[in-house]
């Protein structure tokens, strides 16, 4: 099943690949886009450590790798599941009707119907600026680079959960288009470490919209500051979140009734 899924996905990916080739010189201007927002991020945490020494406790190379992390878990979830952000028209224009005829489970479908390659070259300097902050930190093992690659999916499932919303509310309503990009903008208070917010809104974080145990986590696990309790909150948080969503998207399609209805 998985292997399906996978020569699926390919397919749509090459077909995606091919229409970003047609568009060269728009594609080119987003990925120009893409890398000077990243290198402009970079110099707004360098301009904050030039004034103090720490932020939250966390040196620049720590705060360098929360930054880094929450781009690697957004940016992953880019590339396999943009598809979600054209849920709406799909219902709308009558294609998922031509899904759901379809061998293929109309959820998957509909996620690989947009494979972003920018995306995935964007993952290229992240990965290797990620690599050269690990040598910048002390008494990094085996174990706590497993425990971040672990969380790191962990929370790429999370955001997983949070697309299949989505595209479930998209289905059920029609209307809900920008709930996306409502998603998006939370993200961004990902992009420092989740103890930097007060009290209040670092329990909302944590435990009502989990963004700090999508991209805080996995880099605490890394610098040993995570508990083994908050590990095991970690996963049953995604647990917990794919079951629901995937029982919402199920809930959403029995009660689609075809956009000529």
Not at 31 to 59: C, D, E, N, P, Q
Request: net charge positive; hydrophobic share 55%; glycine share 8%.
């Amino acid at each position: 099943m998985i292997a399906k899924f996978l020569r699926i996905w390919t397919r749509m990916a090459v077909m995606s690949f091919g229409a970003q080739l047609s568009y060269g010189i728009g594609s080119f201007g987003f990925l120009a886009g893409k890398l000077i927002r990243l290198f402009f991020f970079f110099a707004y945490i360098v301009a904050i450590f030039s004034h103090t020494k720490s932020l939250a406790g966390y040196t620049l190379a720590e705060t360098v790798l929360f930054f880094l992390t929450y781009n690697v878990v957004d940016i992953t979830a880019q590339v396999f599941f943009r598809g979600i952000y054209g849920a709406r028209r799909a219902v709308q224009d009558g294609d998922l009707d031509y899904y759901l005829i379809q061998p293929c489970p109309p959820l998957i479908r509909l996620a690989a119907s947009t494979v972003d390659f920018l995306d995935l070259v964007t993952l290229v300097p992240v990965l290797a600026l990620l690599a050269a902050t690990w040598t910048k930190l002390p008494g990094i093992g085996l174990a706590e680079i497993a425990g971040y690659c672990l969380l790191v999916l962990n929370g790429v499932l999370i955001a997983l959960a949070v697309h299949i919303i989505v595209a479930a509310l998209a289905v059920r309503t029609q209307e809900l288009e920008n709930t996306i990009w409502i998603y998006r903008e939370l993200m961004f208070l990902g992009r420092f470490p989740v103890d930097i917010y007060g009290g209040a809104l670092k329990i909302v974080l944590t435990v009502f919209l989990p963004i700090g145990v999508m991209t805080s986590f996995p880099a605490k696990a890394l610098l040993g500051l995570l508990s083994p309790a908050e590990g095991v909150y970690a996963l049953g948080v995604a647990a917990a979140s794919l079951s629901f969503s995937l029982w919402f998207w199920r809930d959403a399609l029995s009660r689609y009734t075809s956009v000529s209805s």
